[in-house]
């Protein structure tokens, strides 16, 4: 083999070598990028839960509610505009102004939201289609 063809040989092979590390060094850090973005939003989705539970109508104080009202706006940095909109749907529900308002319909645009923020944070299918999503509220209290 010439000294013309072994440099060129060996040059193709530095630069194929050079862009392999390169794209994965870019994968690499895109895959590292999406798994944190998922657990800031697993962080901020598990936030909302522990502050929703918080405002369930047994547990309902005026901290309470300032904890759910950051959780709820703190939600617009992270979840997808099909997250937003079904916390929207939820919020809409359960306001104070909503006269009209049904314990069913709230069951129900509570397990869209839910779903919406599992499928956020675990795209692949999820098979919970048949399990309803409730909160549980503390018991009533003992009479002593």
């Given at each position: ?7 060129i ?6 630069i194929?070598?050079i ?19 998922r657990?800031?939003?697993?962080e ?20 309470a509610?300032?904890?759910y009202?950051?959780?709820v ?5 992270v979840?997808p505009a ?6 929207k749907?939820f ?10 308002r049904?314990q069913e319909r709230?069951?129900?645009l509570?397990?869209?939201l839910?779903?919406?923020m599992?499928r956020d944070v675990?795209?692949a299918?999820?098979e919970?289609?048949?399990?309803p ?5 503390l018991p ?5």
């Open positions: 083999m010439s000294p013309l063809a072994l440099a040989t060996s040059a193709a092979t530095a194929t070598a862009v392999a590390v390169f794209i994965t060094y870019v994968l690499t850090k895109k895959r590292e990028h999406a798994s944190d973005w657990k800031l939003k697993l901020q989705y598990q936030e909302f839960v522990l502050a929703l539970s918080g405002v369930v109508r047994e547990r309902a104080t005026p901290d509610q300032r904890r009202a950051d959780a706006n703190s939600m617009m940095l979840a099909a997250v937003l909109e079904r916390l749907a919020q809409d529900e359960i306001s104070y102004v909503n006269k009209g049904s709230h069951d129900q509570l397990e869209e839910f779903r919406a599992r675990h795209p299918k999820l919970d289609s048949a399990f999503f409730r909160l549980l509220g009533p209290p003992s009479e002593s």
